[in-house]
């Protein structure tokens, strides 16, 4: 690379997340003092916002005041990186609490069109807001819902013109790709793959009669989501079988082989799964066959067991109960998405569209050809070329989805540019 591209990339590297100074692998979640009991009710018993270590399995209080008495439901749980506030939902409202001090201090009513469930909920960085699945109680209807937050409180809106049939996804059970816009989620044999811009279904990756996809989650560094895959089982909450798998579009494919069920009897997904994507480390918390909590991390190269630690929380406490949601630094990757569009060109170049799908443009008015380089997140060149004068065509067809980075000319180049295939 020459020196003008090489700077340019380290820049996109060190906001994408390739290059990280100090990892950051926070995370948080709720404790209270309920009996440790996953059908215990809450009402009544104090809940704490928890700073998580996943490296140690330790969980500590942030603060020593509790932040109520809130029945918390499984898997709505975010962060707002902007604010560093931890949104939680129960009794009919959001809830925020500040990730420094652990105090609550913001509470939102949820006002839905009509009664149901809400469940879900992901914060996309790509357009700072929350995307969650609405199921309408007397229909039974499913759609994809935004929380839009008034004066009133927390407003739940359909994205979903239509609603989306034979979806179940509850529990955490959803990832959101905000590079492509794509919510993933968990469905009966598979994965539906949602246009977050629409709330339709794109569309499904199958898996086996008897195998299922759960506790999802999108890894920045890669621009993959990954899950685990279960087999022999009825539900996603009791698996024979489970193996760390990622997936594109191109289908579900394991990494890996299949976990030792002596050392993992079952995986809790409101307790933890996350990703530290400057380790390629998917976290998960799971049971010993012994009934005994631990948390689990398995390499994203090969799906192998990297560590093994019993999760630590305070005397007289139970928890996480929440998904424990990584901060993993994620204002770096938010950054990334919210900056320019990461081009420098010489007048008269244009690269165009951007997303892209099968083909991408290169417009310029230069009577001499160009010589092109793709590079990935990695720093690989995977397609290179000649364009012609005009308007000359990449196709992109052979390349899965994700992030390049595009370069034109050799030595002084005249054009570089941040491309997303869609």
């Known amino acids: 690379m020459n020196t003008e591209f090489t700077s340019f990339f380290a820049a996109v590297m060190l906001a994408l997340g390739t290059v990280a100074a100090q990892p950051d692998v926070s995370a948080y979640g709720l404790i209270t003092d309920v009996p440790e009991d996953p059908l215990a009710d809450l009402d009544g018993h104090e809940l704490f916002l928890a700073h998580f270590n996943p490296l140690t399995g330790e969980c500590t209080k942030i603060s020593e005041d509790p932040i109520g008495d809130i029945f918390a439901l499984n898997g709505l749980a975010y962060i707002d990186p902007t604010e560093m506030v931890f949104w939680f939902a129960g009794n009919q409202a959001l809830y925020g609490a500040d990730t420094e001090t652990g105090a609550l201090i913001e509470t939102a009513p949820i006002n839905a069109p009509e009664p149901g469930s809400l469940n879900g909920l992901h914060y996309n960085m790509a357009d700072s807001t929350t995307y969650g699945y ?85 890894n920045p560094a890669d621009s993959t989501v990954y899950g685990l895959l279960s087999e022999a089982s009825q539900s996603p909450f009791g698996p024979n079988g489970l193996t760390l798998c990622k997936v594109t579009a191109q289908g579900i494919e394991t990494v890996g082989s ?33 009934g005994e909590h631990r948390v689990y991390g398995l390499s994203l190269i090969d799906g192998s067991m990297v560590s093994n630690e019993a999760l630590e929380v305070p005397e007289g406490f139970v928890g996480p109960r929440l998904n424990v949601i990584d901060h993993g630094d994620i204002t770096r990757w938010r950054d990334a998405l919210l900056s320019a569009e990461e081009v420098t060109a010489a007048p008269g170049y244009r690269v165009f569209p951007n997303p892209a799908q099968e083909f991408l443009y290169v417009e310029f008015d230069a009577p001499q050809r160009q010589i092109f380089t793709l590079y990935d997140l990695t720093g690989s060149v995977v397609q290179s070329g000649m364009l012609d004068p005009g308007r000359a065509e990449i196709s992109l067809a052979a390349l899965p989805e994700g992030i390049y980075i595009l370069q034109v000319g050799t030595e002084g180049a005249v054009l570089t540019s941040k491309v997303v295939k869609h």
């Open 134 to 218: 609405y199921h309408a109680a007397e229909t039974g209807d499913n759609y994809i819902v935004r929380i839009e937050f008034t004066s009133t409180g927390a407003d739940v809106v359909y994205v979903s013109q239509e609603p989306l049939p034979d979806l179940y996804s509850m529990f955490g059970l959803t990832a959101i790709d905000p590079f492509l816009g794509h919510l993933y989620m968990y469905k009966n044999q598979g994965v539906a793959v949602i246009d977050l811009a629409e709330g339709n279904e794109i569309y499904t990756l199958d898996t086996a009669p008897d195998e299922s996809v759960m506790f999802l989650r999108f």
């Open 258 to 290: 299949q976990l030792d069920m002596n050392q993992v009897a079952e995986p809790v997904g409101e307790g933890l799964a996350m990703i530290d994507p400057d380790e390629s480390v998917y976290y998960m918390r799971g049971y010993t066959p012994q």
